[in-house]
């Protein structure tokens, strides 16, 4: 339902929940990880000084999910609303959310 890509790394998110991490130059799925009971809303890709991290937002969860783009692993997941997630927009330490259920969510490191 949604991509976005950094270099040579696409993460892709689909209907199922399920988001897929891609090399780009190879046509390959690096990682996959079922994060969401129904589709992936949003996907963004942040670098970092020490790295990169990848954020998904739920469609009908609410969840934020924080992937660490150096180990592919999750390093953080927030309810942060009470139904779909519309956007995540990375801000000066973090990362901003908005939702469906008119709020505004922020995250900081």
Not at 5 to 23: E, H, I, Q, Y
Not at 28 to 48: A, T
Not at 86 to 103: E, H, R, Y
């Amino acid at each position: 339902m949604d991509f976005d890509w950094k270099n040579r790394l696409v993460v892709s998110g689909d209907k199922s929940g399920l988001c897929v991490f891609w090399d780009i130059n190879t046509g390959q799925s690096v990682f996959e990880s079922y994060c969401h009971k129904g589709g992936v809303n949003c996907v963004r890709l942040f670098e970092q000084s020490e790295g990169g991290l990848a954020v998904t937002g739920g469609l009908k969860d609410g969840i934020v999910n924080i992937f660490d783009l150096r180990t592919h692993k999750p390093v953080g997941s927030v309810r942060a609303h009470s139904s779909c997630v519309t956007s995540i927009q990375s801000i000066t330490g973090g990362v901003v959310s908005t939702g469906t259920d008119s709020l505004i969510s922020v995250f900081r490191q």
